[in-house]
Nanobody, 114 residues
């Protein structure tokens, strides 16, 4: 199993970024997927998740209405579209495969600052 995030970077408040997670080594369409984020000194927190079959989504209150999680089961890709970014969105963002054994990517840094 391999999960590789990309798309992070430095953006001004109010800007947008699109994170991607390339999945390999498993049947991507069979697993729910999630995005988490972590800042130094704090626990990793769930940002958004998407189910495998129906594509039902969940969002943390702090990102509801600003972030959109999506997946492409043909390309084995997970996405997180982040709009109206705030300084408090600054964190390392990770994608995660759910299931009996959880797998994590290496993370991608998102910094929101003027």
């Amino acid at each position: 199993v391999q999960l590789v995030e990309s798309g992070g970077g430095l953006v001004q408040p109010g800007g947008s970024l699109r994170l991607s997670c390339a999945a390999s080594g498993f049947t991507f369409s069979s697993f729910g997927m999630s995005w988490y984020r972590q800042v130094p000194g704090k626990e990793r927190e769930l940002v958004a998740s998407i189910t495998s079959v129906t594509g039902s989504t969940y969002y943390a209150d702090s990102v509801q209405g600003r972030f959109t999680i999506s997946r492409d089961n043909v390309k084995n890709m997970l996405y997180l579209q982040m709009n109206r970014l705030k300084p408090e969105d600054t964190a390392v963002y990770y994608c995660k495969r759910t299931g009996a054994t959880a797998y994590w990517g290496q993370g991608t840094q998102v910094t929101v600052s003027s």
